[in-house]
């Protein structure tokens, strides 16, 4: 596994899941790790455990859909322990349900934290990036990026936001030469966190443990690659979707189960 001494790597909703095991791996691999969350009680217990296991950790509070918050907190990190050079857009949320029967507001917040937070952050962050020797921007999209999830609409909308606001970003930079700052987009399919308890996973798409997608990830940072998708088997729908007729995609969707994966839904409350 590759290291990471020298950087200093913030995470957004490093309180759980695959945000949390990625806080302690960079931390396992010698980076000083800034866990940010919603409560700082679970910031500080992330932050605790991997101080307690010898590695550099801070907690911080951090609500990525109180946009204004963003630039205040940048400014605390600065005067309290310095600029970042990896940057992992981690926070996330999803509502799903039948479309007019979820809240308005909970389709709303999902767009916020998933899409205009993680564009907040990187927007208030990329001064520290583009300043540091050798930077990194890490966006957690999903598979949900590069399909129609029935029942989960505005999370997949807000997942194709980050790939799209992604992809131009690193290209953007390659263009102006700031070939010092990678950016890698994050797509992986369902993961066991318990955000998306009581899916039916497609087939050939099996639950994935956090931590192969955490190892993937930091796997995937250090090679400096474009994007980590998982499993492998989820890059070959874009391949599909280009060359298969419309309804005949529709048809493998559906048999496949990726259609009404989100049927069962429950999420963490369920
Ligand atoms: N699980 C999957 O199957 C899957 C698949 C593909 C992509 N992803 C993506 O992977 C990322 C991590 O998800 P996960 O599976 O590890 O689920 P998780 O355990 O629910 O992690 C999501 C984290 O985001 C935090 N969060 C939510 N709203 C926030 C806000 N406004 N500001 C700051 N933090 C906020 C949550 O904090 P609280 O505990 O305070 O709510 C939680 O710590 C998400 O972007 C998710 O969309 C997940």
């Given at each position: 596994m590759p290291r990471f001494d020298n950087h200093r790597v913030l995470i957004t909703g490093?309180?759980?899941g695959i945000g949390q095991l990625m806080a302690e791996k960079f931390a396992a691999r010698g980076a000083e790790v800034i866990v940010t969350a919603r409560r700082i009680a679970a910031a500080r217990e992330v932050a605790d455990h991997i101080t307690n296991a010898g590695g550099n950790a801070h907690a911080y509070t951090l609500d990525?859909?109180?946009?204004?918050s963003i630039a205040k907190f940048r400014d605390q990190l600065h005067e309290e322990r310095g600029p970042i050079s990896i940057l992992v857009n981690n926070a996330g949320v999803v509502h799903g349900g039948e479309f007019e029967q979820v809240d308005l507001q909970q389709h709303l917040d999902t767009f916020k934290v998933n899409a205009e937070g993680l564009m907040a952050c990187s927007h208030v962050f990329m001064a520290d990036l583009l300043a540091a020797d050798r930077a990194h921007l890490v966006n957690i999209a999903s598979a949900s990026a590069f399909i129609g999830l029935p029942y989960g609409s505005t999370y997949a909308a807000s997942k194709w936001a980050v790939v799209g606001f992604s992809e131009s970003l690193r290209l953007e930079l390659a263009e102006r030469g700031e070939r010092h700052v990678k950016v890698t987009t994050v797509c992986p399919s369902y993961?066991?966190?318990?955000?998306?308890?009581g899916v039916k996973t497609p087939l050939f798409s099996p639950m994935l443990t956090p931590d192969r997608v955490a190892d993937s990830i930091l796997r995937g940072v250090a090679k400096g690659e474009a994007f980590v998708i998982e499993?492998?088997?989820?890059?070959s729908v874009e391949l599909l979707k280009g060359v298969l007729p419309r309804r005949l995609w529709d048809q493998v969707a559906r048999r496949t189960g990726v259609s009404t994966s989100m049927y069962s839904w429950k999420g963490k409350q369920g």
């Open positions: 490093a309180g759980a990525v859909s109180k946009i204004a993961i066991a966190t318990g955000m998306f308890k499993p492998p088997m989820a890059r």
